[in-house]
């Protein structure tokens, strides 16, 4: 099994520009959620997924929007990047949405806006 | 979810136990306390939960105290590979999809050769 891959590893934006952050895993999980990691911050769950079709927000939800149209894959999208979406973008997954706990995170994405 | 209160850094040296706490005075009887590390640049990667009994793997292990409010990940031997950030979370096994597991700023451990 690859686990939770993503793509791209880093990505340089300019403001104002839309792109989508890959996030695949092959593990058969029905759960897999994309958080944010700021310096200082830890960790901050953008938007979740308890299974394909069924999406729903995390703390920081607004600038981004993801869909779920199959098990294995689960793409952010930013609509129109602002530097404060700088960031590292971390996709994880768990076998069920009750089993969050146990998640198996991706390698990341690093993310600049200009 | 309770609150988790941990060192914001700790040095351990090479070869030796690393003992990393965790304050969750708040803990209710139904959560559990769970253990995940970041190595830099990398995602979290879980190591270990358990509810009040103490638990062992092949990464560490979890000595939980009686009264359930604090706890302490163990590294029997840390290795240079074991720097990273430790992060302690508290919260219910299986609780749906509805409740997020929030992570912290966790314990930065260096190991010093």
């Known amino acids: 099994n690859a686990g939770v891959t993503q793509t791209p590893k880093f990505q340089v934006l300019k403001t104002g520009q839309s792109m989508t952050l890959q996030c695949a895993q092959d593990m058969n999980h029905e759960y897999m959620s994309w958080y944010r990691q700021d310096p200082g911050m830890g960790l901050r769950l953008i938007h979740y997924?308890?299974?394909?079709?069924?999406?729903d927000q995390g703390e920081v939800p607004n600038g981004y929007n993801v869909s779920r149209s199959t098990t294995e894959d689960f793409p952010l999208r930013l609509l129109s990047a602002a530097p404060s979406q700088t960031s590292v973008y971390f996709c994880?997954?768990?076998?069920?949405?009750?089993?969050?706990?146990?998640?198996?995170f991706g390698p990341g994405t690093r993310l600049l806006v200009l | 979810d309770a609150k988790t209160t941990q060192p914001p850094s700790m040095d351990c040296a090479e070869g030796r136990a690393a003992n990393l706490p965790c304050n969750h005075s708040?803990?209710?009887?139904?959560?559990?306390v769970y253990w995940y590390r970041q190595i830099h640049s990398q995602g979290p990667q879980y190591i270990i939960h358990?509810?009040?009994n103490n638990e062992t793997n092949e990464m560490a292990s979890l000595i939980i105290t009686e009264d359930r409010k604090s706890s302490t990940l163990i590294l029997p031997h840390a290795t240079l590979r074991d720097t990273a950030v430790y992060y302690c979370?508290?919260?219910?096994?299986?609780?749906?999809?509805?409740?997020?597991?929030?992570f912290g700023t966790g314990t930065k451990l260096q190991v010093i050769p």
């Open positions: 997924s308890v299974g394909a079709g069924i999406t």
């Open positions: 994880a997954s768990s076998y069920s949405p009750a089993r969050q706990e146990t998640q198996y």
């Open positions: 708040t803990i209710s009887g139904n959560e559990y």
């Open positions: 358990g509810l009040k």
């Open positions: 979370i508290v919260r219910v096994a299986g609780s749906g999809g509805y409740q997020k597991v929030t």
